[in-house]
């Protein structure tokens, strides 16, 4: 009870709540941005948090996230265009409903079932991860090495184009991992005889350039320098009536949204779910279950409760196992867990002992950023969508410029600003080929761990063979079937597939 005193009078200082206002608007402008993702919200602020506290700058991290998740039902309702992949299941009844006069409605109700899917996920986070930390003391290197391991081939198998696909990404990272100094033999590897690359590529530089550089070159192909601004101002002309349902009509909503959040907040835990999928299974589980399912993508305020209320508690859900034992749960916690060790943090039980004063902080705001998302959302929700409107001409050079400088400023070397612009031009080609970009991110802070936990497993095994090693521990085992289960699954889904692709063709 004491450190949640603490971590609140922590929280209320100046800093603090500037930092969790600006996480929360920057990461509303994300979302609502259609292209843009949390991902590329938090790597762009990465740099920005260099020099600040920890508290603060993971805060405002933490609250990018879950709002700009949030932000992308503005453009999926109102223009039918998601604003990011976890607002997906909303952009047609959303839309539907936004044809029908009912906008302003379909934002209230997304606004005030994001806030309460974020904010009970927020809860869940601060209950359930000091518990399973506690687990992480049983860990030794060999349970950490199948850790990272298991978080290579997870994110990796949910990867678009297949397992193949995923895995050679991760691959990809876990080369670029390696240029640097070798922790044992301290001889440099891969560098080319430059003494810039002896610590290896900048962690932050390449964030950018994989997530933020590249979106500008896909955004500056797709552009015909036209803006949305027609489009906007037709749809404001529509929105009528007030944003608030009346009272009494919410207790439609108690059991789609409770559901809607034990869901999300368990697909968040996977590691490598993500918020689209946690949100289009509510979508179908609330369908399923639904007294009226056949207004289901025709306009149905009872489908937007239940895929906001998921995608927002799968935020809170990810940040689980990230915080626990270093595994993200998503792309987004990936790059959260480069701001985690950017501060000198490591997951794991010392994060709610040793650190707990950094900690509980980072979670309780977390959960305060979702009803604070909800109070600027249901004032300005009508506002926000003219920032679609902003032409690719104006954009682009505005992220080009924070992004160069964000990379300068890590450590001041113009090395970093070059790494920054290979990882943009590797990001783009990855893209242009269906290869996501997650896995690199992924490999580039766990490959370095892996490496480390082996080395170290091989020491404590001494002259036992390291595979008998490995099998004599029963986490070990458990993580190892894992680890198969997260690459079958894929393969047989994507062959099943295939099978069912090809019986429809030849009946045709």
Same mark, same amino acid.
């Given at each position: ?19 969790? @206002? ?10 609502? @941005? ?10 762009? *602020?990465?740099?920005?948090? &260099? ?9 405002? #991290? ?11 039902? $503005?453009?999926?309702?109102? #223009? ?39 904010? *009970? ?36 198998? *949910? +990867? ?15 080369? &670029?991992? +390696? ?42 192909? /797709? ?15 529509? #929105? ?17 949204? %409770? ?41 149905? @305020? ?16 990810? #940040?689980?196992?990230? *915080? ?51 109070? %600027? ?19 682009? !050079?505005? %992220? ?19 790494? $920054? ?46 595979? /008998? ?6 986490? +070990?085992?458990?993580?190892? %079937? ?7 699954? !894929? ?18």
């Amino acid at each position: 009870m004491e450190i949640l005193i603490s971590s609140f009078q922590t929280l209320f200082t100046l800093d603090v709540l500037v930092a969790l @206002l600006a996480g929360v608007v920057f990461g509303m402008v994300v979302g609502a @941005l259609p292209g843009f993702t949390a991902t590329m919200g938090v790597s762009l *602020l990465l740099p920005i948090t &260099v020099g600040m506290e920890a508290v603060p700058a993971l805060v405002m #991290l933490a609250s990018l996230y879950t709002s700009s998740t949030y932000g992308g039902s $503005m453009t999926a309702i109102l #223009l039918h265009t998601p604003g990011t992949a976890a607002s997906g299941a909303t952009a047609d009844d959303g839309f539907a409903l936004t044809l029908k006069g009912k906008g302003l409605q379909a934002i209230g109700v997304s606004t005030v079932t994001s806030c309460m899917g974020g904010a *009970l996920s927020g809860v869940a986070l601060i209950f359930i991860s000091p518990l399973l930390a506690r687990l992480s003391l049983l860990f030794g290197p060999g349970e950490y090495l199948f850790v990272a391991l298991f978080g290579l081939t997870i994110i990796g198998s *949910l +990867c678009q184009g297949g397992v193949v696909k995923g895995i050679l990404c991760a691959c990809i990272g876990l080369v &670029v991992a +390696c240029v640097g100094i070798d922790p044992v033999t301290s001889y440099s590897r891969y560098t080319f005889g430059s003494n810039a690359l002896g610590s290896g590529f900048g962690l932050v530089p390449s964030l950018i350039g994989l997530f933020s550089i590249s979106q500008v070159m896909i955004m500056a192909e /797709m552009s015909k320098e036209s803006s949305n601004e027609g489009i906007v101002n037709k749809t404001m002309q529509m #929105l009528k009536g007030k944003i608030l349902l009346p009272l009494n009509e919410w207790k439609n909503y108690i059991i789609p949204v %409770i559901r809607s959040f034990i869901i999300g907040l368990f697909v968040g835990i996977l590691p490598g779910a993500g918020g689209d999928i946690g949100s289009w299974l509510s979508y179908n589980a609330g369908k399923q279950q639904s007294k009226h399912p056949e207004e289901y993508g025709k306009g149905s @305020l009872e489908a937007i409760a239940c895929s906001e209320t998921a995608n927002n508690a799968v935020c809170g859900g990810a #940040l689980v196992p990230l *915080l626990t034992l270093g595994v993200p749960g998503s792309a987004t916690a990936a790059v959260l867990l480069g701001g985690l060790t950017m501060h000198g943090l490591v997951p794991g039980n010392d994060l709610f002992t040793v650190q707990a004063g950094i900690t509980y902080p980072i979670m309780i705001g977390f959960t305060i950023s979702n009803f604070l998302m909800a109070i %600027i959302g249901l004032i300005a929700a009508r506002y926000f969508i003219k920032v679609t409107a902003i032409p690719v001409s104006i954009l682009a !050079p505005v %992220i080009i410029v924070l992004a160069t400088l964000g990379s300068y400023a890590v450590q001041y070397s113009m090395v970093d600003v070059w790494s $920054m612009v290979a990882f943009g031009a590797l990001g783009y080609i990855m893209r242009k080929h269906d290869m996501v970009t997650a896995p690199i991110v992924l490999a580039l802070i766990l490959g370095p761990m892996a490496e480390t936990k082996l080395i170290q497993s091989r020491i404590a095994a001494r002259s036992t063979p390291l595979l /008998m090693y490995f099998m004599s521990r029963p986490i +070990c085992v458990f993580l190892t %079937i894992l680890i198969v289960i997260s690459i079958a699954v !894929p393969v047989i889904q994507s062959r099943k597939q295939k099978k069912n692709n090809d019986t429809i063709m030849d009946e045709e």
